[in-house]
T-cell receptor, first 113, second 115 residues
């Protein structure tokens, strides 16, 4: 059974601080990794994608991938109250897409003003 | 650029009925995937359509079926509705299987309630 694990939270972070969200996955052969943000009652919105080991930065967001440890994380710098949402980690196992994306249950992030 | 659209927004059905949900993919995207998201859970992969053919399927029974049309829009059909089918149904489109980036973009979803 291929699984994606996330701490459900809630994770509470003061405004302006760094929020760190973590995700582990079970299949060492996984190809692609994604972070989605989902506001309550809305659909998931793609924030970051990462495919190779190391860091990838986009504005206030940094995704980190360590395939040896089967670990992917998302850092949010200078956290804002508008960042309060559920963050979903998703993994594409096959690279060709036939398995779809496998999602974790999400981490509920609260940014406290 | 037009994003992914879905209809209807909300739907209430009775157990045993059948339902059809619709999705229009983002401009330039030829692959559509469907997901079911129960409350408090991450989305679960139902199936994917690429160039009008089902390309992959998750752990869902045959009463979940779909279609993709030549314009790459798609339908999800669910027969013999059960109470547990109550969920948010999400459609996601992507540029295609050959694209190594394989980024999927979600529509707003259809909230289905089965009573």
């Amino acid at each position: 059974q291929k699984e994606v694990e996330q701490n459900s939270g809630p994770l509470s972070v003061p405004e302006g601080a760094i929020a760190s969200l973590n995700c582990t996955y079970s299949d060492r052969g996984s190809q692609s990794f994604f972070w989605y943000r989902q506001y309550s009652g809305k659909s998931p919105e793609l924030i970051m994608s990462i495919y190779s080991n190391g860091d990838k930065e986009d504005g206030r967001f940094t995704a980190q991938l360590n395939k040896a440890s089967q670990y992917v994380s998302l850092l949010i710098r200078d956290s804002q109250p508008s960042d309060s949402a559920t963050y979903l980690c998703a993994v594409n196992w096959s690279g060709g897409g036939a398995d779809g994306l496998t999602f974790g249950k999400g981490t509920h992030l609260i940014i406290q003003p | 650029e037009t994003g992914v659209t879905q209809s209807p927004t909300h739907l209430i059905k009775t157990r045993g009925q059948q339902v059809t949900l619709r999705c229009s993919s983002q401009s330039g995207h030829n692959t559509v995937s469907w997901y079911q998201q129960a409350l408090g859970q991450g989305p679960q992969f139902i199936f994917q359509y690429y160039r009008e053919e089902e390309n992959g399927r998750g752990n869902f029974p045959p009463r979940f079926s779909g279609l993709q049309f030549p314009n790459y829009s798609s339908e999800l059909n669910v027969n013999a509705l059960e109470l547990d089918d109550s969920a948010l149904y999400l459609c996601a489109s992507s540029e295609g299987l050959a694209d190594s980036s394989y980024e999927q973009y979600f529509g707003p979803g259809t909230r289905l309630t089965v009573t």
